[in-house]
């Protein structure tokens, strides 16, 4: 019994002292990425595996995998310990980003494996988007390719300033210097423009390891470092205190009247009690009282920390509000110019409206101007309509509140953004901000004393949009007509906007491509917002295809005021209609864009009315009209017994 | 003077940041507790990112019935040290059936009593969001997912279509029925989590510390007899061990490893120069190639 106490003791310190170790380590997350087959699996593959950190039962699974899956006989293929999904093993390619860990006695590393599908982009940027250096694999056989282009591209967009450019299976050429030197100057010669702070080109073979955690003897001309050692020693960027200090609120801690505490991540600078601090969109300011955590209260918090904040005085702070330094402020603004790569299957379109999400605000946004495209092999500029799938560009947003924001140069957590679809909540694209493009304290609306509210009482009414939709034909304006004619002869103040109207004047100058439809219906919209806010019951007939578009425009109208009536005709029946012989054109080709034939239509899924017309009478459809009207307390004052359907 | 976080303060940080995101932005969230090492974690970092309030939603134990006991006691106390608010479900139906690991296979014991009854406790409640100790670092599939999952209105995951996830900007939107799954640990590993118990003196279940216990070997793995439900096969006998677990889950299924690790410092030793991943304790993940992904698009977690 006299030895166990002593062997406890020595194990602890032991433990105690390796933990201190474990804890002067830094930590250096970074990507590989490059084209398909370069290898960049099998690379994280050798590193793991050379590093020691695959576990036998784990090395067991591998081999058995290799016999099944592999692509090197029966050596053990690497890239099948970090690609795992079965659908990437079957294929034996990466379709999304792996996270893998290790450790050696001078750091620890995250590493994020990604795939080099250019169909993948955005899973190779959500890799990026929290790195700090980026492996770009070539293949020593093909030297520099699109993907090798592209995903340097991003990787400097998305704020990384080092690179290792890994000329991997170094092998298949012989061990060959002057192809090494090559592909480094076509590198460094398109990489010059990115604006990295170190590349450092590493001729290895991921396969058979040379060069990855030790110098090869295969290779005696290289003079440089093995990989491994390179990201031991590559010089980090050490938290810089002296940005300005940044707290975005993330969440009001309220427990009780007696504390309100202000809960976030420091995205920059140090924080103290006693500092003073500005809310950064209204410009308030007070004093820092605590610093509170669980582990009682610090005299000092720096970036990155998750703490709460008390503030001497009762200030107004929500979530999406920023904390900051009174002596240098973020910008605040409801337009700003910013780079965007687009995610989506669906093409992004300039006037569609998206959610815009920062690390804690969120806004309703528009791309209001998409000023170019960037190429990604030249890096050009060219004019473009929209952004498809993995291309980027420069775009002007707007938000509809302002939001409170850094340029992305300066600072990656309060200079980013994502952009999500209104409808399928979807990512579908990635932003960083540039420079804000005229402060929002600028626009204030002019206030009126006249209001909305008094306006419609004059007139006896409730001020309503009610939007008619449906294909050409169906029957819209027709219902349309004489829905306002009995509203008008109840002595209600009617407006029709009609699509086609609309188009000989206000939007004479669009077409019918999908860009120029969301911008017809944005200009409709915030027309009809004016007419509803003159305290008119406007009516709209348009043909307005798109969900997304009739959400924005219930959107930018009061809870209640945007009905929408799906007037449901088949397309048959309105192509039998065919009352400005426009189908049979289309039908023949001689119309392009046209909604129903080779243009889509998307039905609302839960509009307030659905009126099947088939078979109905148009004093039949109008009636249901009024009886929603009646319903949502848009008309009073009316005899029930005209209800005649 | 610039000090930067020490890799522990940096995840902790990290994890606290995710915690504050969905209570903000979520309706219904709810925690899942496992009751196992890394709920003890999350439980701990939930508790700071909320003080000095507590965690504004409830804990959630899906039982199986097959728990070693305990687990169920150490729940039980922790719930009452800390005054979260626990939810117990278990699958009614699979008791009625009497659904067992010995005598129906860790598969489709798994997928009843933890798949399915997760599945309903979720719908049972509403909850859109749910917490998960999951890290990155067990599994290969598990090393492909984002920290914000999205799960459809079946509870289903699609590997091949996850959401974009940029910076630490989390897309929190779904859609009625529709949930995430949100996983605060997602980048620790293993020694990161016995570190940081280490480090911040986290109370465990005993199990995981060795001790004298009764074993039998079956399939190659020492499991525990923690009741009469276990009975001995021929030719397997009953022997007392100094054991202890490296991982908990239902006792039929768990493996027990010969340790005389009974400290802290001890464990995270033995840790240092183990061969074998954790997992290996867990019979369900070696039931065929891909089962982790297969029960993850079925709603395990």
């Given at each position: ?645 | ?34 009751i196992g090492k890394d709920s003890s974690v999350m439980l701990h970092l939930a508790m700071k990112a ?15 019935t097959w728990k070693f006991k305990e687990m169920i006691a150490f729940r039980d106390s922790e719930a ?222």
């Amino acid at each position: 019994m006299n030895t166990i106490a002593p062997i406890e003791a020595s194990a602890a310190e032991e433990i105690r002292a390796y933990m201190a170790e474990q804890e002067k380590k830094s930590l250096l997350r970074f990507l590989t990425c490059g084209s398909v087959d370069d290898g960049k699996s099998t690379l994280i593959g050798r590193l793991l595996y050379d590093t020691k950190l695959i576990f036998e039962d784990q090395l067991a699974a591998l081999q058995n995998d290799s016999r099944k899956h592999g692509t090197n006989g029966e050596d053990i293929d690497f890239a099948l310990l970090v690609d795992g999904l079965e659908a990437e093993r079957e294929q034996g390619i990466t379709i999304d980003v792996a996270y893998r860990f290790f450790s050696t006695p001078k750091r620890k590393f995250i590493v994020a494996d990604t795939p080099g599908h250019e169909q993948y982009t955005r899973n190779m940027a959500t890799g990026a988007s929290t790195a700090d250096l980026a492996i770009v694999l070539v293949d020593a056989r093909q030297g520099i390719l699109r993907q090798t282009r592209r995903h340097s591209f991003i990787a400097s967009l998305l704020g990384i300033r080092n690179i290792v450019l890994a000329i991997n299976k170094i092998d298949l050429v012989d061990y060959s210097q002057a192809i090494f030197d090559r592909i480094v100057a076509d590198y460094q010669d398109f990489a010059g423009k990115l604006g990295f702070q170190s590349i450092q080109p590493i001729p290895l073979s991921a396969r058979f390891g040379d060069n990855v955690i030790s110098a090869s003897a295969n290779m005696p001309w290289y003079k440089g470092p093995a990989l491994l050692e390179h990201l031991e020693d590559v010089p980090l960027a050490n938290a810089d205190e002296e940005r300005p200090f940044r707290f975005p609120v993330q969440y009001v801690n309220r427990p009780n009247l007696d504390f309100r505490g202000f809960s976030g991540t420091i995205a920059s600078g140090v924080v103290s009690p006693g500092d003073e601090v500005v809310v950064a969109k209204s410009g308030k300011s007070s004093r820092v009282k605590r610093v509170v955590t669980l582990d009682g209260d610090l005299d000092r918090a720096v970036e990155g920390q998750a703490v709460t904040l008390v503030l001497e005085d009762e200030v107004e702070v929500s979530r999406g509000n920023m904390l900051v330094a009174p002596g240098a402020r973020p910008e605040v603004a409801d337009q700003f110019a910013a780079h965007l790569v687009w995610f989506a299957e669906h093409a992004l379109i300039p006037g569609r409206s998206y959610i815009l999400r920062t690390e804690t605000d969120q806004a309703t946004a528009t791309i209001t101007d998409l000023k170019y495209r960037i190429d990604i092999n030249s890096f050009a500029q060219e004019a473009a309509k929209s952004l498809d799938l993995n291309e980027v560009g420069v775009v002007n947003i707007s938000t509809q509140e302002p939001i409170a924001f850094d340029p992305y140069k300066s600072n990656r957590s309060t200079g980013s953004f994502i952009l999500i679809d209104r409808l399928t909540n979807a990512t579908v694209g990635a932003g960083m901000i540039d420079f804000g493009l005229r402060r929002a304290s600028n626009v204030h609306w002019q206030a009126l004393d006249v209001s909305k509210a008094s306006r419609a009482g004059q007139k006896n009414q409730k001020p309503a949009v009610i939007w008619f939709t449906g294909l050409s034909g169906s029957g819209k304006s027709t219902v349309a007509n004489l829905v306002e004619k009995r509203l008008s002869s109840l002595g209600k103040h009617t407006y029709i906007l009609d699509g086609d109207n609309v188009r000989h004047g206000l939007n004479r100058d669009l077409g019918f491509t999908e860009e120029d439809r969301v911008e017809n219906i944005r200009r409709v919209g915030e027309v009809a917002k004016l007419m509803a806010d003159a305290g008119l019951i406007v009516l709209v007939s348009f043909i307005s295809p798109f969900r997304s578009e009739r959400r924005m425009v219930r959107e930018l109208l009061d809870d209640g005021e945007f009905l929408e009536v799906f007037v449901d005709t088949p397309f048959e029946e309105c192509a039998r209609r065919d009352p400005k012989g426009l189908y049979a054109k289309a039908l023949r080709g001689e119309i392009k864009n046209f909604t129903g034939v080779d243009s889509p239509y998307e039905a609302p899924e839960n509009p307030e009315l659905h009126l099947h017309t088939v078979g109905r009478t148009t004093e039949a459809l109008a009636s249901k009209v009024e009886k929603l009207l009646v319903e949502h307390g848009i008309i009073f004052n009316y005899d029930q017994s005209s209800w005649s359907i | 003077m610039t000090k930067s976080l020490t890799h522990l303060q940096r995840l902790e940080a990290e994890a606290i940041h995710i915690f504050r995101e969905v209570a903000a932005t979520f309706a219904k969230p709810v925690m899942l507790y496992s009751i196992g090492k890394d709920s003890s974690v999350m439980l701990h970092l939930a508790m700071k990112a909320f003080y000095p309030a507590k965690p504004p939603f409830p804990f959630l134990h899906v039982d199986t019935t097959w728990k070693f006991k305990e687990m169920i006691a150490f729940r039980d106390s922790e719930a009452k040290r800390l005054g979260f608010d626990l939810l117990l479900h278990s699958n009614q139906e699979g008791i009625d059936q009497g659904i067992s690991p010995f005598v129906h296979g860790s598969n489709t014991h798994t997928h009843i009593m933890k798949t399915v009854a997760l599945r309903q406790a979720l719908d049972k409640y509403g909850f859109d969001a749910a917490f998960g100790g999951a890290r990155r670092d067990e599994e290969k599939s598990r090393a492909k997912e984002r920290i914000f999952s999205f799960r459809n209105a079946q509870h289903s995951w699609d590997p091949k279509n996850q959401r974009p996830e940029m910076w630490k900007i989390y897309n929190t939107r779904v859609a009625k029925g529709e949930s995430i799954r949100v996983f605060p640990i997602s980048n620790w590993t293993e020694l990161d989590v016995w570190q940081y118990i280490l480090q911040e003196n986290i109370p465990i279940v005993p199990l995981y510390y060795a001790a004298r216990r009764p074993v039998v070997e079956r399939d190659g793995m020492l499991i525990m007899r923690d009741d009469e439900r276990m009975q001995l096969l021929p030719g397997e006998e009953l022997q007392e061990k100094l054991v202890r677990f490296r991982t908990l889950g239902c006792y039929p299924l768990t493996g027990a490893i010969e340790s005389d690790a009974v400290t802290l410092p001890e464990i995270v030793s033995e840790m240092l120069i183990a061969r074998t991943s954790e997992r290996q304790g867990r019979m369900i993940d070696k039931d065929e190639a891909g089962s982790m992904e297969k029960k993850k698009r079925e709603g395990y977690f």
